[in-house]
């Protein structure tokens, strides 16, 4: 398709590479391009815009990797079908270094899980319950050898709510582990009460084979009271060391 809209020149303010960003996303909002689209030439949009090629392929590859744009190395750059997966990739890196963030995002977490857990419950297949108690029995097995279980806590909350097949939820999820994880290389995250982590995890699985929609949701809620411990006590070493 050949666009109606035709891009303008631009003033040069210090970060002019940010400036040809914010053209090219109105140049593909004007002429309602879609995935697959291919965007003029890189020496067409530098002399439409009236900066260097520098400027435009700077713009290009910080478009790729909001996952907007695509190279096709010989052939020119495209649209791409609109997905949050770059920056929910990305996300976790600029997280972690602050407390505050991870607690926002527990709230955000707990918030999406506790309101979700009935629709959860009610398409759960036999076979995502059976697995949840396995995973369940092996945080015990941990637990009763005073270990933590991260991955195993991981995988139970992508198993309870697998059955919903919301790719998003999934991987906001993975987004709080992952910030979570990276919390851990600044502050002290470790679990202080294995078994109490264990137990919480062990009656949400029973509410949900009881399919207790009111139970589930109140367990789910006090194991992010757990979580919440664990952080406070993060922010209680932060304050004795400052």
């Known amino acids: ?42 020496s067409d949009l530098a002399r439409s815009l009236g900066v260097g090629r520098n400027s435009v392929r700077e713009a290009i590859k910080a478009l790729e990797s909001l996952g907007m744009l695509e190279t096709r190395r010989g052939i020119g750059v495209f649209v791409r079908a609109f997905s949050l997966d770059a920056l929910i990739d990305n996300l976790p890196y600029g997280l972690g270094r602050s407390l505050r963030d991870i607690e926002e995002i527990i709230e955000i977490r707990r918030t999406l899980e506790t309101a979700m857990i009935g629709q959860a419950i009610e398409r759960m297949p036999a076979q995502d319950l059976m697995e949840l108690r396995g995973i369940t029995l092996a945080m015990r097995r941990r637990a009763e050898q005073g270990e933590s279980f991260a991955d195993e806590d ?77 952080i406070a006590n993060a922010r209680a070493a932060e304050a004795d060391r400052t």
């Open 154 to 230: 991981r995988a139970f909350h992508a198993v309870l709510f697998r059955g919903l097949d919301n790719r998003m939820l999934i991987r906001l999820i993975d987004v709080f582990w992952r910030a979570f994880d990276r919390a851990a290389d600044f502050f002290n995250t470790d679990n202080p009460d294995p078994m109490q982590t264990w137990r919480d995890h062990d009656a949400i699985v029973e509410a949900v084979a009881r399919k207790d929609v009111d139970e589930a949701r109140l367990r789910l809620a006090r194991h992010y009271h757990g979580i919440s411990a664990v």
């Open 1 to 42: 398709m050949t666009p109606s809209r035709a891009l303008k020149p631009l003033p040069r303010p210090p970060l002019l590479h940010v400036s040809v960003q914010e053209s090219l996303k109105q140049f593909i909002a004007d002429n309602t391009l879609k995935a697959g689209d291919p965007l003029p030439a890189e």
